[in-house]
């Protein structure tokens, strides 16, 4: 019998094992907030959040955000996206269905989109005629407009099923590190436990974190342990169940009181 917390991390493992078949359903929640919410950043640099979107049947906060800076548009994961921009560039940081929506992909692009992306939505993408850059763990780029970007390490150290990992090391998806302007850097840490490579990261502005646990990414305890470890500025709890409000409470207080977070 599977709990009903830990029903996302065992549709994502059926997922990984039958990438072909349609398993996880995504569709925007009713709980999403009727206008979006927004973070901004040294005065230029608007990040935004569409809100809650349905996997299956959990309401869920994604790792979906887009970043507004210096005239440029910047997508990280779109999924069930509003709006009409159109990204100049997209990042993706692995191919599951939360992070990878072929829908939200052909909304959002226009002829000039630069994608930036890991080993395996880099692979779904590459029978489109798409400006493609793929990244592994190290990575870095400079993209001109005031923009660079360093793809970093982010997998699972504990299985999720037996010794399967949802997001195991070998697969090389990423979380990025973005500088806009040489003022402002943010870390989107993409689906990841707390790991080593983690130890390396400073100076960001906003940090976008995974905190809903199951063996998928950081539970809240990691998670704030992560976040005072790298000290940013602000923090955005990502990847969670929308019901589990007292988590997010939990999170909260284990931040160090000098990081401002941002339920959103």
């Given at each position: 019998?599977?709990?009903?917390?830990?029903?996302?991390?065992?549709?994502?493992?059926?997922?990984?094992?039958?990438?072909?078949?349609?398993?996880?359903k995504?569709?925007?929640?009713?709980?999403?907030?009727?206008?979006?919410?927004?973070?901004?950043?040294?005065?230029?640099?608007?990040?935004?959040?569409?809100?809650?979107?349905?996997?299956?049947?959990?309401?869920?906060?994604p790792?979906?955000?887009?970043?507004?800076?210096n005239?440029?548009?910047?997508?990280?994961?779109?999924?069930?996206?509003?709006g009409?921009?159109?990204?100049?560039?997209?990042?993706?940081?692995?191919?599951?269905?939360?992070?990878?929506?072929?829908?939200?992909?052909?909304?959002?692009?226009?002829?000039?989109?630069?994608?930036?992306?890991?080993?395996?939505?880099?692979?779904?993408?590459?029978?489109?005629?798409?400006?493609?850059?793929?990244?592994?763990?190290?990575?870095?780029?400079?993209?001109?407009?005031?923009?660079?970007?360093?793809?970093?390490?982010?997998?699972?150290?504990?299985?999720?099923?037996?010794?399967?990992?949802?997001?195991?090391?070998?697969?090389?998806?990423?979380?990025?590190?973005l500088?806009?302007?040489?003022?402002?850097?943010?870390?989107?840490?993409?689906?990841?436990?707390?790991?080593?490579?983690?130890s390396?990261?400073?100076?960001?502005?906003?940090?976008?974190?995974?905190?809903g646990?199951?063996?998928?990414t950081?539970?809240i305890?990691?998670?704030?342990?992560?976040?005072n470890?790298?000290?940013?500025?602000?923090?955005?709890?990502m990847?969670?169940?929308?019901?589990?409000?007292?988590?997010?409470?939990?999170?909260?207080?284990?931040?160090?009181?000098?990081v401002?977070?941002?339920?959103?």
């Open positions: 019998m599977i709990r009903e917390e830990n029903l996302i991390g065992f549709l994502f493992f059926l997922t990984i094992l039958f990438q072909s078949c349609t398993m996880v995504i569709t925007v929640s009713d709980q999403r907030s009727q206008s979006p919410r927004h973070v901004l950043l040294d005065g230029d640099t608007v990040v935004t959040t569409w809100g809650a979107i349905k996997v299956n049947q959990s309401d869920f906060f790792s979906s955000f887009r970043i507004k800076s005239g440029k548009v910047i997508f990280i994961d779109p999924v069930e996206t509003n009409t921009d159109k990204a100049d560039y997209l990042f993706l940081t692995h191919a599951h269905p939360d992070h990878f929506s072929m829908k939200d992909i052909r909304k959002l692009t226009k002829p000039e989109t630069i994608f930036i992306c890991a080993r395996g939505p880099g692979r779904r993408l590459s029978k489109y005629d798409y400006h493609i850059k793929q990244v592994k763990p190290g990575d870095k780029l400079d993209l001109g407009d005031g923009l660079k970007c360093e793809a970093v390490a982010a997998y699972n150290t504990k299985p999720v099923f037996l010794w399967i990992k949802a997001h195991p090391k070998s697969q090389q998806n990423v979380g990025y590190i500088t806009l302007g040489n003022r402002v850097r943010i870390y989107h840490a993409g689906d990841t436990d707390y790991i080593p490579e983690m390396n990261i400073r100076d960001i502005s906003l940090a976008l974190v995974p905190v646990g199951d063996n998928l950081m539970n305890e990691d998670a704030a342990k992560m976040v470890e790298i000290g940013p500025e602000v923090v955005v709890p990847h969670y169940e929308v019901k589990k409000q007292e988590d997010l409470m939990n999170f909260k207080s284990l931040v160090e009181k000098k401002k977070v941002e339920i959103l």
